[in-house]
């Protein structure tokens, strides 16, 4: 079970090679074919998400949540794709036509991209990059341009609104996110993703990096625009945010590419602090996902718990707390590295 | 020096957090607010009008639908007007039940209030559990009148019906079940500290600019002013009953949120009280079939509603119908701080100004 998808790829390689392709070509078919899985996984994923984000929210607000289609409502989501897929696709005329049409596609575009250095299981990343975390985090900060664009071009002050909070609020959470990251990677002595999952054979960075963990996380809840930081959006305040003039399909990528966003750095934490797929008995492809919904599963906790921030308050709760406790945290891990090294550990 | 401009940004009357036909015009400074101006009309029915071609009885029904979150005190206000008019007396025992549910409603009207506010800033969940139990006393009003919201069980000079057996033990269940509830919004809502940093010292409003505009009702209490008309221009039997008045300090979001909190374990109390005095009895007194008050009576009744001082000015014309009903909306009066407690601050600090400010716009637009 263990090697389960890395063997079939292989036995799919060597297949193509006996039939006389060249390997560069069995191996870029190959490549092709993971992308694929991956963006059906993908999307496959965010219906049971939404499914269980409603499950969720109506367990925690004792409702039930959807319950009329299919057992325990779980089609109610295909349901509502297949309505999303249906409905009219409005442009207001007063938009920027292009930018606004290509702003939620490039939103999913770099939200799938994510997925290319995450080791969904050992030996299972579609490219194994040795700058894999910076890659990560580079093309997370991509996104704020996406939302940029979706409420600059859609002409509505709300949207803008909405955008201009998202810029502010992604670039002041990139820093601490990233150096929140630094702990691990001074740790591991490797930018690369499975080599990070091997240097915590012995014990999980959770239990050395607590901290670098919570400033990861409330960043990332920011990055997400999830509650309490949902500012983009701001359901009560802006209407919808940058999405306000979004309808349908294209409304529906950015619910898509959040959702995606989600997973991704849900798995990010699994893997950089939980061990990734390292687990007794199953398989590492199934940790991972159980640790990965487990994650989620906290995130949508506190989403269905918190109050929204203010604007203002959430700039300086960057600048002046996670800021300064991420780089103390890197001073100490530097600090406990060279002290433990010169114990001879 | 970069060139700035401010802008204007419609908040309603289609938005989210208006509660109902609100348009606040807010001149914005990117996300600080220069200036507000509130328009208010969008749900005007003419009910001061209609009030002059319906019978006294007939308009009942109309003053329960003008607030109606918290439907038993307009009507108690209109109904005591009238008996004023026409020197009806009420007996004992409709005043006890009127007190009844007229503080139910009062509990009932906060607790939309806590969870408006909750789900206003952000926090879905909150709003769920006030509404959870702000059902229960829905459902008492359905033992009571058959109606959940806009309940007309008063009548001139009395109640439509006495109160169903099933009704003592579910208001005495409730009022035991109250602290528990208050004590849950305290954990979920108001214990968050980032609601407690987005309440306090937002929306400041001083005793001074407060008694100026006429504010009344929790929203002055909260700026520190002690005037309460349950105890300082007492209506009914309300003088026989023993409660406090909470009054907040700052005038803030925040004292304005926690004063009603604590009016609805007062609220509690008197309803407590109420269930213990009561007699039985009549519940309706000899009211004649066509009420005729004598021509050129005026009255002015006023009763502390939810939302404030709510008035009635009735001018009579010796016919069987109102020549005048003027309503004296604390909801549309309240409103008009929105621009000055909103000057100077973020634009989702309107947000919770709207919020703690708890207009009604049945009420206020009439």
């Known amino acids: 079970m263990e090697h389960l998808f890395t063997n079939i790829a292989q036995i799919l390689t060597s297949w193509m090679v006996s039939l006389g392709l060249p390997p560069i070509w069995a191996d870029l078919i190959l490549l092709i074919g993971q992308w694929t899985i991956i963006v059906v996984i993908v999307t496959l994923n965010v219906i049971v998400l939404v499914w269980l984000e409603r499950k969720i929210s109506g367990f925690i607000q004792e409702r039930l949540g959807p319950n009329r289609l299919g057992p325990f409502g779980a089609f109610q989501t295909i349901a509502d794709a297949m309505k999303l897929l249906t409905k009219e696709d409005i442009i207001?005329?007063?938009?920027?036509?292009?930018?606004?049409?290509?702003?939620?596609?490039?939103?999913?575009?770099?939200?799938?991209?994510?997925?290319?250095?995450?080791?969904?299981?050992?030996?299972?990343?579609?490219?194994?990059?040795?700058v894999g975390l910076f890659y990560f985090i580079s093309l997370g900060s991509l996104s704020t341009i996406c939302l940029l664009m979706a409420g600059w071009g859609s002409n509505n002050k709300w949207s803008l609104l909405g955008a201009m909070r998202s810029v502010a609020q992604m670039i002041s959470y990139e820093i601490p996110l990233a150096f929140s990251l630094l702990g691990v990677v001074m740790l591991a002595g490797s930018l690369n993703l499975s080599e990070i999952v091997t240097a915590q054979n012995r014990y999980w960075f959770i239990l050395l990096q607590p901290v670098a963990f919570l400033t990861y996380f409330i960043a990332a809840t920011a990055e997400l625009n999830r509650g309490p930081f949902d500012m983009p959006e701001a359901e009560q305040e802006l209407t919808a945010g940058a999405y306000t003039e979004y309808t349908g399909m294209r409304w529906a990528l950015f619910f898509l590419a959040e959702y995606t966003n989600l997973v991704a750095v849900s798995a990010l934490a699994a893997t950089l602090f939980f061990g990734g797929g390292q687990g007794p008995w199953l398989p590492s492809w199934l940790w991972i996902i159980i640790k990965t919904y487990l994650i989620m599963l906290v995130f949508m906790w506190m989403k269905w718990t918190f109050p929204r921030i203010r604007m203002d308050h959430l700039m300086s709760f960057s600048w002046k707390v996670l800021i300064p406790v991420s780089l103390a945290n890197i001073l100490i891990t530097g600090l406990g590295i060279e002290f433990f090294r010169g114990m001879g550990w | 020096m970069i060139e700035?401009?401010?802008?204007?940004?419609?908040?309603?009357?289609?938005?989210?957090?208006?509660?109902?036909?609100?348009?606040?015009?807010?001149?914005?400074?990117?996300?600080?607010?220069?200036?507000?101006?509130?328009?208010?009309?969008?749900?005007?029915?003419?009910?001061?009008?209609?009030?002059?071609?319906?019978?006294?009885?007939?308009?009942?029904?109309?003053?329960?639908?003008?607030?109606?979150?918290?439907?038993?005190?307009?009507?108690?206000?209109?109904?005591?007007?009238?008996?004023?008019?026409?020197?009806?007396?009420?007996?004992?025992?409709?005043?006890?039940?009127?007190?009844?549910?007229?503080?139910?409603?009062?509990?009932?009207?906060?607790?939309?209030?806590?969870?408006?506010?909750?789900?206003?800033?952000?926090?879905?969940?909150?709003?769920?559990y006030c509404f959870r139990d702000r059902e229960r006393i829905m459902d008492m009003f359905e033992m009571s009148s058959g109606q959940r919201m806009i309940a007309s069980y008063?009548?001139?000079?009395?109640?439509?019906?006495d109160l169903p057996e099933s009704f003592y033990p579910a208001v005495e269940s409730f009022i035991n079940d109250l602290p528990g509830m208050i004590a849950e919004y305290h954990g979920l809502i108001s214990g968050n500290e980032i609601l407690q940093e987005r309440c306090k010292d937002v929306g400041i409003l001083s005793a001074q600019d407060a008694v100026a505009y006429g504010v009344t009702g929790p929203n002055l209490r909260a700026s520190g002013v002690d005037y309460d008309l349950r105890r300082d221009d007492p209506y009914g039997i309300y003088p026989r009953f023993e409660f406090r008045v909470p009054t907040g300090q700052n005038g803030d979001s925040w004292d304005r949120f926690m004063v009603r909190i604590e009016e609805m374990e007062q609220s509690g109390r008197i309803i407590k009280q109420a269930l213990r005095d009561m007699p039985s009895g009549e519940i309706q007194a000899k009211v004649p079939r066509i009420l005729k008050p004598e021509k050129g009576r005026e009255v002015y009744h006023r009763v502390e509603s939810s939302k404030g001082e709510l008035g009635f000015h009735l001018v009579s014309d010796g016919s069987d119908k109102p020549y005048r009903v003027h309503v004296r909306a604390p909801s549309f009066i309240n409103l008009m701080v929105l621009p000055l407690i909103c000057r100077g601050g973020k634009l989702q600090d309107v947000i919770t100004n709207i919020a703690t400010l708890d207009p009604v716009l049945g009420e206020s637009d009439r």
Not at chain 1, 103 to 130: H, K, R, S, T, W
Not at chain 2, 85 to 111: C, D, N, Q
Not at chain 2, 155 to 161: E, P
Request: hydrophobic fraction near 45%.
């Open chain 1, 92 to 130: 207001p005329s007063q938009a920027d036509r292009w930018i606004f049409m290509t702003a939620p596609m490039l939103f999913i575009v770099i939200a799938v991209m994510l997925y290319a250095v995450l080791p969904l299981g050992q030996g299972m990343e579609v490219v194994d990059l040795n």
């Open chain 2, 4 to 128: 700035t401009e401010t802008y204007t940004i419609n908040i309603g009357p289609q938005h989210p957090s208006t509660h109902g036909g609100l348009h606040v015009e807010a001149i914005m400074d990117g996300e600080e607010v220069k200036d507000a101006i509130v328009h208010v009309g969008y749900v005007h029915r003419s009910v001061e009008k209609i009030a002059e071609s319906r019978t006294y009885a007939q308009f009942v029904p109309y003053a329960s639908r003008l607030d109606y979150l918290a439907s038993h005190l307009p009507t108690l206000g209109y109904v005591q007007a009238v008996e004023k008019l026409a020197g009806i007396i009420v007996p004992e025992r409709a005043e006890y039940i009127r007190v009844i549910v007229s503080e139910l409603s009062r509990i009932a009207s906060h607790m939309i209030f806590v969870g408006s506010l909750a789900i206003d800033l952000g926090a879905t969940t909150g709003m769920v």
């Open chain 2, 154 to 161: 008063m009548r001139l000079g009395g109640i439509s019906a």
